[in-house]
């Protein structure tokens, strides 16, 4: 990224220049050196708050990025479907800006793959097979949750336009077919984040 906006950071200070001598000020070459120095130091310090050792010249910012790795952590996730005999409820929510529209979707699993897409006439079903058993809710990662995401995001495409209502798998997105084929295959997803060293 800092290499990304040296010419950003040059062209912005050659303008600052150009327009302080046409209003008749003085700007030296060193003291345009010196400004973008600063500016991607300081970029260099908000993308790495951690480090407290970064350079303050540009050969030594360029120095410490080709040389920096940063520690990598990677972690198996993977959606299990529900076991015979017991129902499955996947839901995800997203919200764009605050306040903004925000939206959900869930979809319900039973434990031979069938989603449940006649929902309504299934959910007194539901009820009434719950009434004697355990119920367990728990979080996963969107990695594990991902046909949830999925359609929790692409509500956002069709706001304020349309209903979207899936009525069998052949009316999903081919994305989201995708999704509910991988995850009967199990096959696992890798959430990757990196750490700060």
Same mark, same amino acid.
């Given at each position: 990224?800092l290499?990304?906006?040296?010419?950003?950071?040059?062209?912005?200070?050659?303008?600052k220049?150009?327009?302080?001598i046409?209003?008749?000020?003085?700007?030296?070459?060193?003291?345009?050196?010196?400004?973008?120095?600063r500016?991607?130091?300081?970029?260099?310090?908000?993308?790495?708050?951690?480090?407290?050792?970064?350079?303050?010249?540009?050969?030594?910012?360029?120095?410490?990025?080709?040389?920096?790795?940063?520690?990598?952590?990677?972690?198996?996730?993977?959606?299990?479907?529900?076991?015979?005999?017991?129902?499955?409820?996947?839901?995800?929510?997203?919200?764009?800006?605050?306040?903004?529209?925000?939206?959900?979707?869930?979809?319900?699993?039973?434990?031979?793959?069938?989603?449940?897409?006649?929902?309504?006439?299934?959910?007194?079903?539901?009820?009434?097979?719950?009434?004697?058993? &355990?119920?367990?809710? &728990?979080?996963?990662?969107? &990695?594990?949750?991902?046909?949830?995401?999925?359609?929790?995001?692409?509500?956002?495409?069709?706001?304020?336009?349309?209903?979207?209502?899936?009525?069998?798998?052949?009316?999903?997105?081919?994305?989201?077919?995708?999704?509910?084929?991988?995850?009967? &295959?199990?096959?696992?997803?890798?959430?990757?984040?990196?750490?700060?060293?």
């Open positions: 990224m290499f990304n906006v040296v010419p950003l950071f040059i062209i912005w200070k050659i303008w220049r150009r327009n302080t046409n209003h008749g000020g003085r700007m030296r070459h060193v003291g345009i050196e010196i400004e973008i120095d500016n991607l130091f300081l970029l260099a310090k908000y993308n790495y708050p951690w480090r407290k050792d970064l350079p303050t010249s540009w050969p030594g910012l360029i120095k410490f990025i080709k040389e920096y790795t940063p520690t990598l952590g990677c972690r198996r996730i993977v959606w299990n479907p529900p076991v015979m005999g017991s129902f499955k409820y996947n839901s995800d929510g997203a919200s764009k800006r605050n306040p903004g529209p925000s939206y959900g979707a869930y979809n319900i699993l039973d434990g031979i793959w069938e989603t449940l897409w006649g929902i309504m006439m299934k959910i007194k079903r539901i009820k009434m097979l719950m009434e004697d058993k &355990e119920v367990i809710a &728990e979080h996963i990662l969107k &990695e594990g949750n991902q046909l949830a995401n999925f359609l929790t995001n692409h509500i956002f495409y069709f706001v304020g336009t349309q209903t979207l209502t899936y009525s069998n798998f052949q009316d999903l997105p081919t994305n989201a077919r995708g999704i509910i084929n991988t995850e009967k &295959e199990k096959l696992p997803s890798l959430r990757i984040r990196r750490y700060q060293n």
